[in-house]
Nanobody
Framework: QGQLVESGGGLVQAGGSLRLSCAAS????????MGWFRQAPGKEREFVAA????????NIADSVTGRFSISRDNAKSTVYLQMNRLKREDPAVYYC????????????WGQGTQVTVSS
């Protein structure tokens, strides 16, 4: 089972940007599709973005299309979620995921990182 560790969460003003990072164990990263989910208080966990192991395929949720993007650096075993023009509906705990048995990937989960948006 791969270990995923998120970082980069925090407090940002509405309209601002944040970049989340997720570092994975090198042994599994190269074979894994990677993704991001989020969960706000009182809401179900929802898909945000995913990227294939090669980086050639990406999916972005409709709710964040045009504002969020996902990328990966296989040399660093790290996946990124760039979040621009953050809105009041974006605050949540953001979870990094990895795997190769489903799309978007759900085999492994990080511990989550909190994103808060102030108005």
């Amino acid at each position: 089972q791969g270990q995923l560790v998120e970082s980069g969460g925090g407090l940002v003003q509405a309209g601002g940007s944040l970049r989340l990072s997720c570092a994975a164990s090198r042994r599994t990263f190269g074979n894994y599709a990677m993704g991001w989910f989020r969960q706000a208080p009182g809401k179900e966990r929802e898909f945000v973005a995913a990227i294939s192991w090669s980086g050639g395929r990406t999916n972005i949720a409709d709710s964040v299309t045009g504002r969020f993007s996902i990328s990966r650096d296989n040399a660093k075993s790290t996946v990124y979620l760039q979040m621009n023009r953050l809105k009041r509906e974006d605050p949540a705990v953001y979870y990094c995921t990895g795997g190769h048995r489903s799309w978007p990937p759900r085999d492994d989960w990080g511990q989550g990182t909190q994103v808060t948006v102030s108005s």
